[in-house]
């Protein structure tokens, strides 16, 4: 733990810098039948040949004196080929706007939302009393199969111990107008909990092949976008890589038991699916003579066994509790990844959220999250050479030497990184590609460890070129003059695998700050309402209601908005004593009309078109009106909400990077913007890469008399 490097520090800063960009959780909904949902900035379109044909096409070669440089046009169209990836061959050439399109018309209470909600409820909510127990929302909307709490307990009992202690101490002027800062503080804490976990990982790496070869893993992680992004994220996938990367650590260290201990206890607790990683690894290390089979039929169950008995232990004190959240009453020992197992093998019905063909994780997952990393694998099979290893000393004992000579070369290639790193995952990623239903977050342990894998290559290309040098000094040959010369080239080419991934950082960093229009619909709804200038405005909107209500403010959160950002710690913090004790009354009923939710709700989060239908109708109706009294009831649409991002052309972020420029420019010289951008709304640096239309409206119920004129 003391070797602590400045990229280690970096990592841990960037983790936390995607947190505080993208704050929002995110109901990830499951791909439709059809495979075309996308989640989390996920970039579709018809392929990467396919979209840098259409660059190439539509570039504009034939630029006015006034347009940027030529080689500017020319390198957006070479980078963003690297975010596009292949899903189902095109019908039709693509056209990168339709990139980053979502679903808006599928709901599933699952994993992210499932650990979000379950940390609030832990947090706010006594596990112990029945009363408090029934208000948890798994238990309202539990899933299609239910999830393990040990994730949650995780997360909220340091919470306990660390935050909620401090809050009697604050004055209720100080406290925050919602809970929004414990889900950031929750998320950080995960954070904490990887990062802590790779670095470990790193140091092993480090370890086992070289302190050079660590450091290039912390250059290829930190230039790419999804892992880092990812490591935040509350899916019980972000849990298990946790225990992949110190089981890897382990394995690294040839601490076999502890590894098969780690390996176990993800499996059980967090995603069965892990056994599918466990099982070539294994049946490797038996191979080798690393771990012999009777110890492995005897630690092996007993170490699953023993991850079953604390799922069952803690997950059916909060899942067998009758009937509150549609579960049978009798089910009061509940094991949860046993019955995901048994949901998405023996029924097979994971495929009734969407199918991917056969080598979708190859041809699209892989690319868009490792982009250009695959490029240094092949590297990984060239010799060490001496001083590129720490703790070579015992690798003819404890190591795995398997160099394999070539006659017709002066080469060796040493096949440890291969056995040890790359083939077990490769078996892993076709074993899953046989299940329908993928989607990226299945192969997260895949990642760190093929970034491993390109990162010894990186390392193997770089070190020893001056050795050979010395040791070929005087008995040169043309092939290994040439051989020689090729290395100290290629060495370059782990450069350009991070330029080439750094360049998209902006594009997923864009789309995926753009892609939480729920989250925040949620908030302008709060800054409405408690804001100086505008709440007294926002509640004069239903200052008519009925006298016995008027310090409550009801609002009704659609569907789209339930799905893309809205969570219990989006809520108003009721123990503040904020603005005048006005109480919000939060629902996320389904099946209800548009008429009713206007009769009964003071502010909706709606979908666009049902926004617009509800400003253009006026709702008449005797509920809740005085006796023998009709009612009117007419909406405002308040504030609308952006959302859906697609991918702007080469040209369109070349010209907003133009206008951005412009506007620079008549800042640093004390000019007034109104010339040059008044016409322009407020544009963030997202809209550089972006665009995106109103998806949601805030949406205002004002109640009238029937003798009043409606305007």
């Known amino acids: 733990m003391a070797d602590i490097s400045f990229l280690d520090l970096l990592l841990l800063a960037v983790i936390l810098l995607y947190l505080w960009l993208c704050p929002y959780n995110k109901v990830r909904r499951e791909e439709g039948r059809n495979g075309t949902g996308v989640w989390e900035g996920r970039l579709w379109s018809g392929g990467w040949l396919h979209c840098f044909l259409w660059l190439l096409r539509n570039a504009p070669l034939h630029l006015p004196p006034s347009r940027p440089p030529l080689t500017s046009q020319l390198t957006i169209c070479v980078l963003l080929p690297f975010c596009f990836s292949t899903t189902h061959p095109p019908t039709r050439s693509p056209s990168l706007p339709h990139v980053l399109a979502l679903d808006p018309y599928q709901k599933q209470q699952v994993e992210e939302s499932f650990n979000t909600q379950a940390t609030h409820d832990l947090l706010f909510l006594s596990p112990f009393t029945p009363s408090s127990l029934a208000s948890y929302d798994h238990l309202s909307f539990p899933g299609v199969v239910p999830r393990t709490f040990w994730g949650p307990l995780l997360l909220a009992l340091p919470t306990h111990l660390l935050l909620l202690p401090l809050l009697p101490l604050l004055p209720p002027s100080l406290y925050p107008p919602t809970k929004h800062p414990f889900q950031l503080f929750i998320r950080a804490l995960l954070s904490l909990y990887l990062w802590l976990a790779f670095l470990l990982f790193r140091q092993a790496a480090s370890r086992r092949f070289g302190r050079r070869t660590g450091q290039y893993l912390l250059l290829l992680t930190l230039s790419q976008f999804h892992l880092p992004f ?75 066994l023993a991850g079953i008995v604390l799922s069952v232990l803690v997950d059916s004190h909060f899942w067998g509790r009758g009937k509150e959240g549609g579960r049978e009453e009798g089910s009061r020992w509940v094991w949860p990844e046993g019955m995901v197992l048994f949901f998405n093998t023996v029924e097979n019905k994971s495929k009734e959220w969407g199918t ?72 892993y990623l076709f074993l899953y590609s046989l ?16 970034n491993l894998c390109a990162a010894v290559g990186w390392a193997r290309l770089g070190e020893g070129v001056e050795e050979r040098d010395k040791s070929r000094r005087g008995k040169e040959t043309s092939i290994s003059s040439f051989l020689t010369i090729l290395c100290r080239y290629a060495y370059l080419l782990g450069w350009v695998v991070v330029f080439l ?29 408690f804001s100086i200038s505008s709440s007294s405005s926002l509640l004069s909107m239903v200052e008519g209601r009925r006298e016995g209500e008027r310090g409550q403010v009801r609002l009704h959160i659609g569907v789209l908005a339930a799905q893309t950002g809205v969570s219990r710690f989006g809520e108003v913090w009721r123990e503040g004593g904020r603005e005048g004790g006005v109480d919000v009354v939060y629902s996320k009923e389904e099946g209800l009309s548009l008429l009713e939710r206007v009769r009964r709700f003071d502010f909706l989060l709606l979908e666009k078109e049902e926004a617009e239908v509800a400003v253009m109708k006026r709702v008449e109706g005797k509920e809740g009106g005085r ?85």
């Open 230 to 304: 990812y490591l935040s994220r509350t899916l019980p996938n972000t849990f298990a890589l946790a225990f992949v990367l110190l089981s890897y650590a382990c394995l690294l260290h040839r601490a076999f038991t502890p590894s098969l201990l780690l390996l176990a206890l993800a499996t059980a607790l967090f995603r069965c699916d892990i056994i599918v990683l466990a099982a070539p690894l294994l049946i490797l290390l038996l191979l080798l003579w690393h771990l012999s089979l009777p110890r492995l039929l005897v630690l092996g169950p007993a170490f699953g």
């Open 356 to 427: 991917h063909p056969w080598h979708w994780y190859v041809s699209s997952a892989l690319p868009r999250s490792l982009l250009a990393s695959p490029l240094l694998w092949p590297f990984c099979l060239l010799p060490a050479q001496r001083g590129g290893r720490e703790g070579g000393k015992d690798r003819a004992n404890k190591g795995m030497p398997f160099i394999l000579p070539l006659t017709f070369l002066p080469l060796e290639m040493d096949l440890e990184p291969f056995l040890l790193l790359f083939l077990p995952i490769a078996v």
């Open 435 to 450: 299940l329908p239903h993928k989607e990226l977050r299945f192969i997260f342990p895949a990642l760190p460890v093929l």
């Open 501 to 529: 991934s750094l360049s998209t950082l902006p594009l997923f960093l864009a789309a995926s700050r753009k892609n939480y229009p729920g989250g925040e619909g949620l908030r302008l709804f709060h800054t409405h309402l």
């Open 627 to 711: 006796e023998g009294e009709e009612e009117e009831r007419e909406c405002e649409v308040v504030e609308w909400v952006e959302g859906q991002p697609r991918a702007r052309r080469p040209r369109g972020i070349l010209r907003k990077l133009r206008e951005k420029a412009i506007d620079v420019a008549a800042w640093a010289r004390g000019r007034s913007k109104g010339s040059s951008s008044s016409s322009r709304k407020s544009e963030g640096w997202e809209d550089v890469f972006v665009k995106t239309k109103p998806v949601l409206a805030l949406v205002a119920c004002r109640l009238r008399h029937g003798g009043d004129n409606m305007s």
